[in-house]
């Protein structure tokens, strides 16, 4: 596709259970990044991948948060043990290089609500 | 750490000119991001400002960065309905890696 992709949309979850949120970036870009966007609130910085590595996941908030990027391309994150507080937009993004200078493209997001 | 303030709300009349403020603490910061989010839609990157830069000018939008007091504004001139958005003011500095830091975003809603 022309964009990154996010699936699902939507996911509605009970709290306890684990999710994997999907994100497929533009074909070709190396770098990768997750953010959090709570109600109100600015994205949050959760991780950076640069091809299969994260090279920065300081943002992740606990150890209940994992991403891979298995293949350099397609990314997966994973949240065990659902908290009503992870109930947030969860946003993708990539870009060509990991470059500041270069545009970051961002997906529509998946609205995580964990009930 | 770095923090990224704006404003809340801006309402602005259909051909005024809109202009949304922010300010960050990092003072290393290198590039400085606009970017607009419409509802059910991702986040748009507008434009954005290297460091040493105190002006940019793209069609209808100015960026101005005073790096002495660490403030960043987007002025949009001819404002449209169109234009009725969130806008996040993001920044990205050396110590940071590649990540963004976003401010909470200012609402801009055009009166016909």
């Known amino acids: 596709g022309a964009g990154v992709s996010q699936t699902p949309s939507n996911k509605v979850t009970e709290k306890g259970k684990y999710v994997e949120l999907r994100c497929d970036p533009i074909?070709?870009?190396?770098?990768l990044y997750w953010y959090r966007q709570s109600l109100g609130q600015g994205p949050e910085f959760l991780i950076y991948?640069?091809?299969?590595?994260?090279?920065?996941d300081s943002g992740l908030p606990n150890d209940r948060f994992f991403a891979v990027r298995p293949e350099g391309s397609v990314s997966t994150l994973k949240i065990q043990r659902t908290e009503r507080g992870d109930s947030a937009v969860y946003l993708c993004?990539?870009?060509?290089?990991?470059?500041?200078?270069?545009?970051?493209?961002f997906g529509q997001g998946t609205r995580l609500t964990v009930v | 750490g770095e923090d990224v303030e704006q404003s809340l709300f801006l309402s602005v009349r259909e051909g005024d000119s809109s202009v949304i403020n922010c300010t960050y603490t990092?003072?290393?910061?290198?590039?400085l991001y606009w970017y607009k989010q419409e509802p059910g839609a991702g986040l748009q990157l507008l434009t954005y400002?290297?460091?040493?830069?105190d002006m940019k000018q793209d069609q209808r939008l100015t960026v101005l960065l005073n790096k002495k007091d660490k403030h960043l504004s987007l002025r949009i001139a001819d404002t449209q309905t169109g234009d009725s958005a969130i806008y996040f003011c993001?920044?990205?500095?050396?110590?940071?890696?590649?990540?963004?830091?976003f401010g909470g975003g200012t609402r801009v809603l055009v009166k016909p």
């Open positions: 993001a920044e990205r500095g050396p110590a940071a890696g590649n990540k963004l830091t």
């Open positions: 991948f640069q091809g299969t590595g994260a090279a920065d």
């Open positions: 990092d003072s290393s910061s290198t590039y």
């Open positions: 993004a990539s870009s060509l290089y990991g470059q500041a200078n270069t545009e970051a493209f």
């Open positions: 400002i290297f460091s040493n830069m």
């Open positions: 074909s070709g870009h190396t770098a």
